[in-house]
């Protein structure tokens, strides 16, 4: 059971979920047999992917505004999200009658752009980051008097975010591990919070991208450290340092914390999209990630992974796909120095036919510093059927005379 002394409690999730009802949807719990089969487990998918305004977090945003008075719903809202956040407070606010500011990075997501907008929210754009947008949000809340709705660091956002765990004990009453990908800790938080208090022997794992992860070293040093960079492709969990809020809870609560690096987020993505016939962005597919390399009997099933959002730009999506083909061993680049004479190249693609490697492009190189006068580099990228693929198309290369220098 959860401490007392916490900021939110069962109670306080099971208030927001009677809130929240005909508001947000319970999304589907999908069976992964392509997961069960690699982690030896049971597993599911939980599709917040496929949440209204496409993510969890409505389910905060609506929780938290709901419950301003009417003199704070007269002044407005105000928040700071790279997209998700954005959008629940924007169709929130589109809801609850209230006019809402938003302030997203530049070179925010377009889909996640133009959505909050639709949503009728203002949207102001500024700096690179989270943490950089809501100074500015702060700034406005003082100078307009607009509410600021933090996106993870109020009891209400965390308790509105827990009625996602009421649902999954309700979906699968026999889970024994949740995994949740995590950016400031309102979704883990809130989950842990619902799951704990009804069931303390479920094990919950906060998964972060490796290049944004601020819970590892906030956990040792016992407070919110801020991280002093972060460069991921995971911009819904891009966030430099965890909220009071979820971090208390996280703290006491959470079994663990796992990272993933950009080429486990982006093979995720790509598996996710081509066995689950789901679309997720890469924050939301961080859970799955969690799992794809983690083996045997890493984590007791039955298993239940959070997606917790789908909102992703095609055009990241295009770059995902061939970063997570690439990581997976589907794509194969390599450069090869060979006689500067006819028939050298006509050789190099026989032998890559025969090895059923597909040629997407070549590039000849003759003016590099290390080859000699009669040499010349080709440069090429092949696809292939996988990682045992790419291995033997290079042993037969090598077995062949060629040298060939994988990128």
């Known amino acids: 059971m959860a401490s007392p002394a916490l900021p939110v409690s069962l109670d306080d999730v099971l208030s927001a979920q009677r809130l929240l009802e005909g508001v947000v949807r319970p999304t589907p719990l999908e069976y992964s047999r392509g997961l069960s089969e690699r982690i030896g487990a049971e597993t599911h998918l939980k599709c917040e992917n496929l949440q209204r305004a496409g993510s969890f977090k409505i389910r905060g945003a609506y929780n938290r505004m709901a419950r301003l008075s009417e003199e704070e719903k007269a002044r407005g809202v105000v928040c700071a999200s790279a997209g998700n956040h954005a959008q629940g407070v924007a169709l929130a606010a589109q809801l609850l009658g209230l006019k809402a500011t938003v302030f997203m990075p530049l070179g925010a997501p377009l889909p996640k752009l133009l959505a909050t907008r639709g949503y009728g929210a203002d949207v102001e754009q500024f700096g690179t980051t989270i943490d950089e947008c809501l100074v500015q949000a702060k700034k406005f809340e003082d100078r307009t008097g607009a509410v600021l709705i933090h996106p993870f660091d109020h009891p209400d956002i965390v308790a509105g975010a827990g009625t996602c765990g009421l649902e999954i004990l309700e979906q699968c009453p026999d889970v024994r591990t949740i995994i949740v990908g995590t950016g400031g800790g309102g979704l883990l938080a809130g989950i842990t919070t619902a799951v704990k208090a009804r069931k303390p022997d479920v094990t919950v794992i906060g998964v972060q991208a490796e290049k944004a992860a601020a819970y590892p070293p906030s956990l040792a040093q016992g407070r919110p450290v801020p991280l002093a960079e972060m460069a991921t492709m995971a911009d ?22 796992r990272t993933v690096s950009e080429e486990e987020l982006s093979r995720a993505v790509l598996y996710l999209l081509e066995r689950a016939k789901l679309v997720v962005e890469p924050a939301g597919a961080a859970a799955a990630a969690a799992l794809l390399d983690a083996g045997r009997g890493a984590v007791e099933g039955p298993v239940v992974a959070v997606l917790s959002g789908g909102n992703i730009d095609p055009l990241l999506l295009l770059r995902i796909i061939r970063h997570g083909l690439s990581a997976g061993g589907r794509y194969l680049q390599f450069r090869v120095r060979v006689p ?55 042993a037969d290369l090598q077995a062949n005379g060629f040298h060939p220098m994988v990128d």
């Open 236 to 257: 819904g969990i891009a966030v430099g340092c965890p909220g009071e809020v979820p971090y208390s809870i996280v703290r006491a609560l959470v079994d663990e914390i």
């Open 340 to 394: 500067d004479r006819p028939g050298s190249l006509a050789s190099l693609l026989d032998h890559l036919a025969r090895a059923e490697a597909n040629v997407l492009e070549i590039e000849h190189v003759r003016t590099a510093v290390p080859l000699g006068i009669d040499e010349v580099e080709i440069g090429v990228r092949v696809e292939t059927k996988g990682a045992d693929h790419a291995a033997t198309v290079i």
